[in-house]
Every structure is written in C-alpha cells, then in structure tokens.
C-alpha cells in the first residue's frame, strides 16, 4: 500500500500508507477536509503490540501516532510519476484485515500506486514495523525527536525531522514529520499525527492525500458494508 520500500527507501511499502501511512466527514474522529477535530483518535490501545524489538527505548512521543492502522481505513492519492512501478493516476489504500504474522499481530495493507500487492504492518510499542525478507524491521523508529536516526536496514538509514503544519488537497494538519532516508535518490515521506502518510516525494515521484477515512470498527475482518468506499 506505500509507494515505497523497506529497501534502500525505493518506492514500495510506504506506498501507503503511503507512509499511507485521511479526514472523515462520517466518522467522529475527523473531517473530509483532513483537518481532525478536538476528540483525541489514532491507534486504539488493543492493537497495540507490547512486545518491542531491539533497541525501542526511549521517551518522546510515539511514531505509531502518525500511522492509524484499523480495519477498514483508506486513504486516497494523486501519484505523478512512475517511481517503483507506480501507475500515474488516483489510487487507494487500504487497512484489509489483521492477522499473525511471524509471531506479530499485523494489519494487512493494499497497495495504493494501482497493483494487486499486500504488505504487512505492525504495532511494536511506539514505532511502527514492516515485515519484508521474512523479519520485522524498524519502518517508523520512535521516539519521535527532531534528528533521530535509525537504520531500517543494513543498506538503509533514515532522520526523523519536525515540519509541524502541512497543507495538501486533503486539508491543512498539524504535527507533521518526514521521514528522510540518509541516499539522496530515496524517497521521502511526510506523515502527520492521526492521518498517516500525506505526502511523498521522490527524484521521480509526487505523491499527495487527496482524501482519506479512518475507520472506527473493531478489528477482524473488513466489512465492505460497514465502510464506505473511496
């Protein structure tokens, strides 16, 4: 569902999510105009996957904030550009369902540049985790502190670096950070707390939220009936 990968920040697994990683007229907790309202939301408490993998530590605020990951949420954007075999049009991602996954909770997530592909995502602690190459790797490191790295990868190393108010089609957001990998050619990301990814950026890629929605049903399996539709 992202437009990027777990590799060397190529265009892959943040294809959702990109990065992704959203505002509901319908649901409580935001607005079609991407501006969430005063009622706190974000990932609910029993998703959460308490069990950390080596080296999350730290205080600051939690990286998972800035991706809700529930059942039955999608978010809808403008790709330009070909990057990682994105098709250039209007395209959604999708939170599908839950499932185990080498010994993890996660959340099955579609592919938003226009392809049939799935990626896993899961909740460990504060950050946010990417199954590829059959292990868990660290896709959003928390805490969240301005200029914080971490290697993704042997091959991949990204900055966390605070942009605070961002404005796409979507809406305007607040809190907003982007993920930066340490190659000048990668892909970038910009994600923003209770909205997930809002823009991506690379050498031959522009990708903008146009809409989004965050659903509030419980986890399992998605009901296309009890969610409406991008």
Wanted: overall charge negative; proline content about 5%; aromatic content about 8%.
């Amino acid at each position: 569902m992202l437009c990027t990968s777990l590799r060397g920040g190529s265009v892959g697994l943040a294809r959702f999510l990109v990065a992704l990683l959203l505002a509901l007229s319908a649901l409580p907790a935001c607005s079609r105009r991407g501006r969430p309202n005063d009622e706190a939301f974000g990932v609910p408490s029993e998703q959460v996957d308490p069990t950390p993998i080596a080296g999350e530590d730290g205080s600051g605020p939690a990286a998972a904030s800035l991706l809700p990951l529930t059942v039955g949420s999608w978010w809808t954007y403008r790709v330009e550009g070909t990057d990682g075999g994105c098709n250039e049009g209007q395209h959604s991602a999708r939170v599908l369902r839950r499932e185990q996954v080498a010994g993890r909770a996660a959340f099955a997530v579609s592919d938003y540049c226009g392809r049939s592909d799935e990626h896993f995502l899961a909740i460990a602690g504060k950050q946010v985790l990417g199954y590829e190459n059959a292990a868990w790797r660290s896709f959003l490191a928390s805490p969240l502190v301005e200029g914080r790295t971490w290697d993704q990868t042997r091959d991949a190393s990204y900055a966390w670096h605070r942009i605070g108010w961002v404005k796409v089609e979507a809406g305007l957001f607040a809190d907003c950070w982007q993920r930066q990998p340490e190659a000048q050619d990668a892909v970038s990301e910009i994600l923003c707390e209770g909205a997930g990814i809002v823009s991506v950026l690379g050498p031959n890629l522009r990708v903008e939220l146009t809409s989004f929605r965050i659903s509030q049903m419980p986890t399992g399996t998605l009901d296309e009936g009890a969610v409406a539709s991008p």
